[in-house]
């Protein structure tokens, strides 16, 4: 089992920056990929950007240049630094885990971006 605790979200203007976190705990040591996603209200959830164990990333191609993530394997913890935000990047930011094919969720956080 893995357990994950968003932190970070707020309201934030357009341009604006925000960094999230996510903290691990539990069966750490078993984790592979990480993930961000985002929900905004009325649309489907979807892969903001996910890191391996070894440091390699991807992103979508909505936040590539403006979004960051970054894993600190010593303090188990992920980060999304987000940069130019925009009004559209609104939503409620969940961090994912895989771990021995079994995917974790933490409970989310949410993002506004407005004026």
């Known amino acids: 089992q893995v357990q994950l605790v968003e932190s970070g979200g707020g309201l934030v203007q357009p341009g604006g920056s925000l960094k999230l976190s996510c903290a691990a705990s539990?069966?750490?040591?078993?984790?592979?990929?990480m993930y961000w996603y985002r929900q905004a209200p009325g649309k489907q959830r979807e892969l903001v950007a996910d890191?391996?164990?070894?440091?390699?990333?991807t992103y979508a191609d909505s936040v590539e240049g403006r979004f960051t993530i970054a894993r600190d394997n010593a303090q188990n913890t992920v980060y999304l630094q987000m940069n130019s935000l925009k009004p559209e990047d609104t939503a409620v930011y969940y961090c994912k885990a895989l771990s021995r094919g079994f995917g974790f969720w933490g409970q989310g956080t949410q993002v506004t971006v407005s004026s």
């Open positions: 539990g069966s750490i040591s078993s984790i592979s990929h």
């Open positions: 890191i391996t164990r070894g440091g390699s990333t």
